[in-house]
């Protein structure tokens, strides 16, 4: 910021303090981070007041921190949570160079960025909600990434059709009526068709994993990020389309990923 000192720490304290009062967990760091974006003390005090109303830091700075990379977030777009980089990490592992990966519900393109990032491969992203697709191509053409609006595999080049290696899916799995609990940055400031997964959660899932096995290569992968209460239900939902299934976990992110691959050789029955 032009305007503000970098030893002024009384005006440090009294925007600590702000956030505090507002119910900001790591109110320290968002501090330096307003304080490193604002562009003037005007700017500053309106981005401050802006997040203790609720706002999402992200969508006030316009990125977010995933997996070492800034990832530009616009206004009203789902945010990446830090446990989607298990997600991540869990698809690194099974990509190769030159891999035709698929980024379903790519959001801000968090996913597939980090993935181009670490690997050359052939990225392809989609999502339903126009604001997405137009952050997740800013975050993922520099690396050759292409981004298709539309529901799912709907709007994805047919030639696309059982090339695919690795499908990656951070699709909605919050339950319809429980949306109503989640915290005021997401209920309100992020779209609704990014968390709402239905009555149990899993509407999406179930249309995810009925349509992958047309996309996938043989030998091709499908991971999702689902609950921990909601993995049996997630594991079924795979095994009854044909897909050989495991389930990873990690406590340290409270994340849990379903794999399922594609075996070379196999008549499916598609739809759960």
Not at 38 to 51: F, H, I, K, P, Y
Not at 95 to 122: F, M, T
């Amino acid at each position: 910021m032009n305007d503000y000192g970098d030893h002024d720490d009384q005006f440090f304290s009294i925007i600590v303090t702000k956030l505090q009062e507002a119910g900001c967990v790591f109110a320290e760091d968002e501090a330096r981070l307003l304080i490193a974006s604002a562009g003037t003390t005007t700017e500053l005090s309106d981005m401050v007041e802006l997040r203790t109303t609720g706002m999402p830091l992200e969508h006030i700075i316009g990125w977010a921190e995933f997996c070492g990379l800034r990832i530009i977030v616009d206004k009203g777009v789902f945010v990446p949570r830090q446990r989607t980089a298990f997600l991540a990490r869990q698809a690194a592992a099974l990509i190769r160079p030159k891999s035709v990966v698929l980024d379903l519900c790519c959001g801000s393109g968090a996913v597939g960025a980090v993935l181009a990032y670490l690997e050359h491969i052939e990225l392809y992203a989609t999502d339903i909600d126009p604001a997405s697709v137009q952050c997740t191509r800013r975050n993922i053409t520099t690396a050759g990434g292409r981004v298709y609006e539309g529901d799912l595999f709907e709007p994805l080049p047919i030639i696309l059709r059982g090339r695919v290696n690795v499908i990656v899916a951070n699709a909605p799995y919050v339950p319809t009526k429980a949306i109503e609990f989640l915290p005021p940055e997401a209920r309100i400031h992020e779209a609704k068709i990014a968390l709402d997964g239905g009555t149990d959660g899993l509407d999406v899932q179930r249309r995810i994993v009925a349509t992958a096995p047309l996309w996938l290569a043989p030998g091709g992968h499908l991971l999702i990020e689902t609950s921990e209460r909601q993995t049996p239900q997630t594991v079924d939902i795979f095994t009854r389309c044909g897909l050989i299934t495991r389930v990873t976990r990690s406590d340290e992110f409270d994340a849990t990923v379903v794999i399922g691959t594609k075996p070379s050789t196999a008549s499916f029955v598609f739809g759960p």
